[in-house]
T-cell receptor, first 110, second 112 residues
Framework: GQQVMQIPQYQHVQEGEDFTTYCNSS?????IQWYKQRPGGHPVFLIQ?????EVKKQKRLTFQFGEAKKNSSLHITATQTTDVGTYFC??????????FGKGMKLTVNP | SQTIHQWPATLVQPVGSPLSLECTVE??????LYWYRQAAGRGLQLLFY??????ISSEVPQNLSASRPQDRQFILSSKKLLLSDSGFYLC???????????FGNGTRLTVT
């Protein structure tokens, strides 16, 4: 079945640093979505990518969908303590299922 | 906008006891509904999803079942809980194919 893998699973950065996390699907996707879960909370939708090669920005966050629509990346610029949480990508193939990766847990050293 | 109601927020149940978690949705009709489970520090595992009343797709064979008796009501059940059923259970909904998921606040279940 469809699998979504995220790397790395853990990321610890110094405040102000940039970093990138990656998401890879075993199958071609119709769209990919990114969510953020703060500690103790529930996942909250960040963004959706639909087109091959699509790039979207939200302030310091840049999301990209691969040309083959099987991978995606999230780049955070100048990390802040408010960025702390777990970031999930979720891929949708040809059905109603939305399959989540295991998440990338971000901690920030102030 | 959609609002997902889930209760209770926390639950402690003994092994072998039954379980019923309810989720209701406001703000949309005929939503697609989902149950996910998150073990401590882990990812989101899709348990069940439903595209309509009485239509349930099960993703993982396990000790749980789901039902959708009404359009905006989704219930997760178990006849006899196992220790391994402990986790954070999240109900989610979306109105259209390809649209984002909206999650409820979740239920933290501890089976003792």
């Amino acid at each position: 079945g469809q699998q979504v893998m995220q790397i790395p699973q853990y990321q610890h950065v110094q405040e102000g640093e940039d970093f990138t996390t990656y998401c890879n699907s075993s199958t071609t996707l119709s769209n990919i979505q990114w969510y953020k879960q703060r500690p103790g909370g529930h996942p909250v939708f960040l963004i959706q990518l639909v087109k091959s090669g699509e790039v979207k920005k939200q302030k310091r966050l840049t999301f990209q969908f691969g040309e083959a629509k099987k991978n995606s990346s999230l780049h955070i610029t100048a990390t802040q303590t408010t960025d702390v949480g777990t970031y999930f990508c979720a891929g949708q193939g040809g059905s109603e299922k939305l399959v989540f990766g295991k998440g990338m847990k971000l901690t920030v050293n102030p | 906008s959609q609002t997902i109601h889930q209760w209770p927020a926390t639950l402690v149940q003994p092994v072998g006891s039954p379980l019923s978690l309810e989720c209701t949705v406001e703000g949309t009709s005929n939503p697609n509904l989902y149950w996910y489970r998150q073990a401590a520090g882990r990812g989101l595992q899709l348990l069940f999803y439903s595209v309509g009343i009485g239509q349930i797709s099960s993703e993982v064979p396990q000790n749980l079942s789901a039902s959708r008796p009404q359009d905006r009501q989704f219930i997760l059940s178990s006849k006899k809980l196992l220790l391994s059923d402990s986790g954070f259970y999240l109900c989610a909904a979306r109105g259209e194919y390809n649209s984002p998921l909206h999650f409820g606040n979740g239920t933290r279940l501890t089976v003792t």
